[in-house]
């Protein structure tokens, strides 16, 4: 399967948490930067959060920090996304992709990518 594969959404009451997780078999993640965006019904792709291969730089639209985090384990192919205090506007399909680079040069823009998961569905709802 020559794309990643999101998982771990699901349906969750406002201020619960979900663990989103990007993983790919046919294709290689750990060199290159993995972003995050997310679809609302109606609304355009947002660019959620970024973060460089080896790690050691994240980045984040304003409306998640503090309560998104992204992180990856190269060793696993895989790259996660922490969703904290979830809000009913986070509710979403999610996506990751990989970028044609090692780094989040600018990441919001899905031009940079080439590598698209078929997204998660995450639902915020009481």
């Known amino acids: 399967q020559s794309q990643p594969v999101e998982s771990g959404g699901g349906l969750v009451q406002p201020g619960g948490s979900l663990r989103l997780s990007c993983t790919a078999s046919?294709?290689?993640?750990?060199?290159?930067?993995v972003g995050w965006f997310r679809q609302a019904p109606g609304k355009e792709r947002e660019g959620v959060s970024c973060?460089?291969?080896?790690?050691?730089?994240?980045n984040y639209a304003d409306s998640v920090k503090g309560r998104f985090t992204i992180s990856r384990d190269n060793a696993k192919n895989t790259v996660y996304l922490q969703i904290n205090s979830l809000k009913p506007e986070d509710t979403a399909v999610y996506y990751c992709?990989?970028?044609?680079?090692?780094?989040?040069?600018?990441?919001?823009?899905?031009?940079?990518?080439?590598?698209w998961g078929q997204g998660t569905q995450v639902t915020v709802s009481s």
């Open positions: 992709a990989r970028a044609f680079s090692y780094l989040c040069s600018d990441w919001k823009n899905g031009g940079r990518y080439n590598y």
């Open positions: 046919a294709i290689t993640l750990d060199a290159y930067a």
């Open positions: 973060i460089v291969s080896s790690g050691g730089l994240r």
